[in-house]
């Protein structure tokens, strides 16, 4: 059997959730099989941890990418518009490397791609696949995307029920002909758990930024100060990338309000996996309200348990792998973790609850053989299907 060859188009260079995502995929799929090409805009991590593997990688700096947020989707839209005018030239780049390489399936790693896809789809003439990685607003841009999306791929995979949901609502009929499925994102290998019992610690990941809720990690640490809590830090990884001046402001407050021995921003983590295995629980603060991101997917498999905002339970089990709060209480997290510190046997119950939950869910056996069988599907049906039907069939 001769291996179908995928092109993966990458936006973050291993900076980010969703390239960590797709590097857990691609390094288990089977290279009898699938012979990976993977095109990235930025420059990071990514390119080593491809080489370790033996998948060659490609820069194409003009790749640009638009999701809207709710409240924000022209705002964000203009300040896109520098890198969404490269998108003709990033078009014709990723064409020329398909062709080039073979390639038989287009795997766009991020909803946001959507405008590229456009521009690409015509050119390079292929079978497109898709993740759908956010929750976009349920408006006139998220309708946008979702239908233009839905007119370019051919399949979809979904991080939880909750983007599919979104998915369909949004893209009306459009929509009606994508075959699409859930894929929960896949975890590495956890290390073992050593905590840290001399200095326990909880952790965030993620960006610095107000619908992140990094700043209510500050609340927790006060509301920690006022119960008198025992001794625990909150650790807090990642940078800001939409609001450069968010990091310093968090830091002015830590120190006007003499958090330093609660709290600390340590800055981008290039490897979570020894911090999470040494951590009593991982944090998620976020107000979108969505507790099954990269990084409770990670803890979960890591056994680490997880303290989320939100009401979805398919990744967090409330009471049982973790805890979830909606709304968020400042308070009842310091509570959660002040027990977790001072009863070790609740902590390793949740914990162990949680890796049990993550060997089954994001281990990742089920998702690369799923992702291998649809590329294999797609390549099979467009072999021997005349290009002008294929036209045909994309412009319908």
Known sequence: MTARRTLHIDIEGGWGGSSRSLFELISRLDRDRIAPLIAHREVGPLVDWYKRIGVPTVHVPEIGSYVPRRGTGLKILLASLPRLRRLGTAAERLAGLASEHGAEVIHLNYEGLF???NRLKPRANLPMVGHCRALWPEDRWGRWLARSLARRVDRLFFISPQEEGRFRRLSGSAGEGVAGSVMWNIAPEPLPRVLDTERPFAVYFGNLDPSKGTDRMVDIAEALERRGAPPITLKVFGRARSKSSFAAELQAR???VG??????LCGYASDPAPILAAATALIRPSRENDPWGRDVIEATRFGVPVLATGSFTGVVEPDVTGYLFDPF????????LDAMVSQPELARQLGTAAWQKGERQYSGRSQAA????AVETLAQASEGVPAVAQELRQSA
Do not use: H
């Open 370 to 373: 799923e992702f291998t069988d």
């Open 259 to 264: 958090l330093a021995d609660r709290i600390e």
């Open 329 to 336: 209480d400042a308070d009842a997290v310091a509570e959660r």
């Open 115 to 117: 405008l590229l896809a």
């Open 254 to 256: 830590c120190a006007r």
